[in-house]
């Protein structure tokens, strides 16, 4: 007789806790953190109880993503609305600011090619992929040097215009402002309206 085959017989014959419910119930094991004996029963309850924890954990945990998310659409609407209500000339200039105020970001920065290029050399995909990640080293160096004030996460989105490749620098002197595993959604749309402001002055 081995573990596997008691638990198999169990999965197979769930009438013997029926039939023998007493015997059961009079079983100890111990508790999981103070030592103590209790039932099976009571273990069982135990073990339930931590279930449900981890699921409510788990579903504030999506609660506050649904939530900063519906933050985050809410401003970008606004600032949409804001940049349709502008005149021409200036609505990439709004976009741009409002992408700083609206959404706290220290810098904002848009530019055709040159420095921002180097800067972004470890980042061997950032001339056709939206992405973000901590800098850090020359490539911090190069991005502070550039932007006057400290960089130590960054976000880059970059826009095929008709009048050629634009890159959209987004950065943070909090090195977790900018992690490698967000989502590219919202730096996507982004540079879809900028791609379309730009071409539209064409």
């Given at each position: 007789?081995?573990?596997?085959?008691?638990?198999?017989?169990?999965?197979?014959?769930?009438?013997?806790?029926?039939?023998?419910a007493?015997?059961?119930?009079?079983?100890?094991?111990p508790?999981?953190?103070q030592?103590?004996?209790?039932?099976?029963?009571?273990?069982?309850?135990?073990?339930?109880?931590e279930?449900?924890?981890?699921?409510?954990?788990?579903?504030?945990?999506?609660?506050?993503?649904?939530?900063?998310?519906?933050?985050?659409?809410?401003?970008?609407?606004?600032?949409?609305?804001?940049?349709?209500?502008?005149?021409?000339?200036?609505?990439?200039?709004?976009?741009?600011?409002?992408?700083?105020?609206?959404?706290?970001?220290?810098?904002?920065?848009?530019?055709?090619?040159?420095?921002?290029?180097?800067?972004?050399?470890?980042?061997?995909?950032?001339?056709?992929?939206?992405?973000?990640?901590?800098?850090?080293?020359?490539?911090?160096?190069?991005?502070?040097?550039?932007?006057?004030?400290?960089?130590?996460?960054?976000?880059?989105?970059?826009?095929?215009?008709?009048?050629?490749?634009?890159?959209?620098?987004?950065?943070?002197?909090?090195?977790?402002?900018?992690?490698?595993?967000?989502?590219?959604?919202?730096?996507?749309?982004?540079?879809?309206?900028?791609?379309?402001?730009?071409?539209?002055?064409?």
């Amino acid at each position: 007789m081995t573990p596997e085959s008691v638990l198999q017989y169990l999965r197979t014959n769930p009438e013997f806790f029926e039939a023998h419910a007493a015997a059961i119930a009079q079983i100890t094991i111990p508790h999981p953190e103070q030592g103590r004996a209790i039932s099976i029963n009571e273990r069982q309850l135990l073990s339930l109880r931590e279930r449900c924890r981890k699921l409510e954990s788990q579903l504030a945990d999506w609660l506050d993503v649904g939530f900063a998310n519906d933050d985050r659409g809410d401003r970008m609407h606004r600032l949409v609305v804001d940049v349709l209500g502008a005149p021409q000339a200036e609505r990439v200039q709004i976009l741009l600011n409002g992408l700083r105020d609206s959404f706290g970001i220290p810098w904002v920065y848009l530019s055709s090619g040159g420095a921002e290029h180097t800067a972004l050399a470890q980042q061997p995909d950032a001339a056709t992929v939206p992405g973000c990640g901590p800098v850090a080293g020359q490539q911090a160096e190069r991005l502070t040097e550039l932007a006057g004030q400290p960089i130590a996460s960054l976000a880059w989105v970059p826009i095929e215009t008709t009048r050629g490749q634009r890159v959209l620098l987004l950065g943070s002197g909090d090195a977790a402002r900018f992690p490698a595993d967000a989502g590219p959604q919202y730096l996507q749309r982004v540079g879809e309206m900028l791609k379309a402001l730009l071409d539209g002055d064409t």
